[in-house]
């Protein structure tokens, strides 16, 4: 079954993820479900539907999170789908490029695995470890009590120096900055900020992958192009 089409009214879509119609419809006004509408403008849920529906109610019921915090949520997925469907529809068009000499090719991996020796990598400048924990938390306008929190949560994980001191990145004081938005401004409790930053990571993640993935394959196009135009020149001509 398509899950994108459109087959459940209000009643069963509300059934099946066991919640009230007039929750589904505060869900559809905040923008967080968007199901299409019939010919008689009657609300149809995909089975998607339903699925991001079961996932509101385990981040609003089972964690807690409120509706600020879902709508983060719900807006990364979206970008992370996004994103993989944007790799997925430019890796289709080079694979088809490529044909089928793509499968006899035996490229590197874009990336090393940790594992090979290798240069060391040059750390971007907001990934330098710098601040000291009470300069940070004066820079995030926090106590050190709460950065040692977040930490715990797993939030940020700043570095250490050869003496155990904890040093904060550009970086880490960006990410504190986030929470702060999300726990003073938008009201979200931990467990949401939890899944905001874990999604955000992934996110970033995802983005240095794919773009790899697709660099590889464009050398791969690059490199099988000009072989091609390698062996046009070694060909004899008839004389």
Known sequence: MDKDRPVYIISVAAELVDMHPQTLRLYERK????????????RLYSERDVEK???IRRLTQELGVNLAGVEEIMRLREELWALEQRFRTEAERLQKE?????QDLRMPPALPAPSEGKPKRHVPDKERPVYVISVAAELVDMHPQTLRLYERKGLVKPRRSGGKTRLYS???????REIRRLTQELGVNLAGVEEIIRLRDELDSQQVHLEAEVARLRLALLRELGSGEGEKEKTPTAG
């Open 31 to 42: 923008g967080l479900i968007e199901p299409k509408r019939s010919g008689g403008k009657t």
């Open 53 to 55: 529906l079961r996932e």
């Open 98 to 102: 490529l044909g089928e000499k793509l």
């Open 170 to 176: 550009e970086r880490d004081v960006e990410k504190l």
